[in-house]
């Protein structure tokens, strides 16, 4: 069931707060008005003046860029501008998140990996996808929150590590299906996303670290 979204006539009202940011670079989220429209701000102001100031301002130009990419995109937010170069208002999506559903049609994920395969195909990774970034509205799946997304420039063959990005990005969908759905990976789709010898490599040697060092400390 979507949420009922109720009219902006006022950009002075109080803002409600959704989440406080509590690790480092975390910013507050909160419900506003902007121009009129609901909206979603990301607000990393708390930086102002301290040393990581400039990372914070790298990140909101970075994810305005990538939804000003996507203007007009329904598998995605609007941008409604950067405040002060320290805080982000995109369109506030109505509904829920998939996290927060008890169930969800298998047309939702077929509308999901339709967009996500798209978004590939546009150089863009979203390297967060999970449950609380995935809004429903109106039976339309929405990404949110592409703080850690990437766009490979178009100078850039494709490399090894995009493909592996992309890869996370389909894995971690289709666990988000299965555990909504019930469906399990088809056999393509587990060959698609199964990692290779380099990736289990790194990852077994890492894991090999991490044991001996915790034997050590």
């Known amino acids: ?32 008005c902007l121009n009129g429209q609901p909206a979603v701000v990301k607000d990393y102001t708390r930086y102002r003046g301290t040393p990581l100031s400039p990372i914070a301002r790298l990140l909101v130009r970075r994810e305005a860029r990538i939804l000003q990419r996507l203007s007009g995109w329904k598998h995605a937010p609007a941008l409604l501008g950067t405040i002060g170069g320290l805080a982000l208002g995109m369109e506030f999506i109505p509904g829920q998140s998939l996290s927060a559903a008890q169930s969800v049609g298998i047309e939702v994920f077929e509308q999901l990996q339709y967009a996500l ?26 990404l949110v929150d592409f703080t850690s997304a990437w766009r490979s420039p178009r100078w850039l063959p494709v490399h090894p590590v995009s493909r592996q990005l992309r890869r996370s990005d389909m894995k971690n969908l289709l666990k ?38 915790k034997g050590h400390a």
Request: proline share 6%; hydrophobic share 40%; aromatic share 6%.
């Open 176 to 213: 988000m299906r299965q555990r909504l759905t019930g469906e399990r990976p088809s056999a393509s789709e587990a060959a698609q996303v199964a990692d290779p010898r380099w990736v289990a490599g790194v990852r077994a040697a890492w894991k090999r670290f991490y044991r001996r060092f």
């Open 1 to 32: 069931m979507n949420t009922i979204v109720a009219p902006c006539v006022d950009d002075t009202a109080p803002a409600e707060l959704l989440k406080r940011g509590e690790r480092l670079l975390e910013p507050d989220v909160y419900r506003t």
């Open 117 to 142: 395969t798209r978004l590939h195909a546009a150089g863009i990774t979203h390297n967060d996808l999970h449950g609380t970034n995935v809004m429903v509205s109106g039976g339309v799946p929405v």
